[in-house]
């Protein structure tokens, strides 16, 4: 069992940066694709971004490259997800999960655990 707690969000201007991070419960954290989703009012939770188990298996959604970076540190059981230059279309809601699954990591029912998601809001 594993559990998430995201941290990080916040109001925000357009331009602005922000750091999500995601702790993990239990001593297996390496062990566990992270992935960063988002949901909006109204819409569906989205792939933003996913991190394997190797230092450079990271995938962003096409929306998000450029600006979004997932890393993770092992060692504090953590997920992180700098964001750089908010635009106020990434208002949402930001979750993320884990999985064992080491493939399909864009897709949400790849995902076994989801934290209870952190608020991130961009004024234009």
């Known amino acids: 069992q594993v559990q998430l707690v995201e941290s990080g969000g916040g109001l925000v201007q357009a331009g602005g940066s922000l750091r999500l991070s995601c702790v993990a419960s239990g001593r297996t954290f390496s062990t566990y694709g992270m992935g960063w989703f988002r949901q909006a009012p109204g819409k569906e939770r989205e792939f933003v971004a996913a991190?394997?188990?190797?230092?450079?298996?990271?995938y962003y959604a096409d929306s998000v490259k450029g600006r979004f970076t997932i890393s993770r540190d092992n060692a504090k059981n953590t997920v992180y997800l700098q964001i750089d230059n908010l635009k106020p279309e990434d208002t949402a809601v930001y979750y993320c999960?884990?999985?064992?699954?080491?493939?399909?990591?864009?897709?949400?029912?790849?995902?076994?655990?989801w934290g209870q998601g952190t608020q991130v809001t961009v004024s234009s």
């Open positions: 999960g884990a999985t064992l699954r080491t493939y399909a990591l864009r897709l949400i029912r790849s995902y076994d655990y």
């Open positions: 991190h394997g188990l190797g230092g450079s298996d990271t």
